[in-house]
């Protein structure tokens, strides 16, 4: 019983900050438009000082890679099996799941490379910011859609 205790008070807790440090990809960043971007880090150009250079070598890396992220999406969301009545019955093939998420993580690793450590922490900061901000928006928009139907 005490070596159970030991793992969840000592062990467990190491496990989880272990888990939080490992991920290191931009989420959703090739869901944003070159402008879009742009206009965000312009926005927050006070936090984070990346250069117009870097700017423009970031969004050359997420326009080399978009056309070929969103195709495998578009393939993956067609490889769903589905039942006669439309909906899905199984998961999407597994090789192109793989293949999306390898395409983030190079963009990702990229973006790492022309920022550096410090930098990359900051523009994932603000790129986490940003989701949770569109995130509350569009669950603001949908209750009072609600209300008004109601």
């Known amino acids: 019983m005490k070596y159970l205790i030991l793992f969840l008070f000592l062990i467990f807790p190491l496990s989880l900050f272990s888990q ?6 931009l989420p959703n960043i090739l ?14 150009q006070s936090m984070l000082k990346i250069s117009d250079v870097d ?3 970031i969004i050359k890396i997420i326009d080399d890679r978009i056309e070929e992220y969103l195709e495998t999406i578009s ?3 067609k490889s769903v099996p589905r039942d006669v009545n439309g909906r899905p019955i199984g ?6 799941l793989l293949k999306i998420e390898e395409i983030d993580t190079e963009v990702s690793t990229s973006i790492h490379k022309i ?9 994932r900061r603000l790129i986490i910011d940003d989701q949770e901000k569109k995130n509350a928006e ?3 928009k949908a209750l009072e859609a609600r209300k008004r139907k109601k």
Not at 20 to 25: A, L, P, T, V
Not at 31 to 44: G, N, Q
Not at 115 to 123: D, P, S, T
């Open 91 to 96: 998961k999407a093939d597994a090789n192109l």
């Open 55 to 57: 700017i423009e070598s």
């Open 138 to 140: 569009s669950v603001r």
């Open 31 to 44: 869901s944003y438009k070159s402008e879009e971007l742009r206009v965000l880090i312009k926005d927050h």
């Open 75 to 77: 393939k993956a969301k």
């Open 115 to 123: 920022l550096g450590e410090k930098k990359f922490r900051q523009f």
């Open 20 to 25: 939080i440090d490992g991920n290191s990809n």
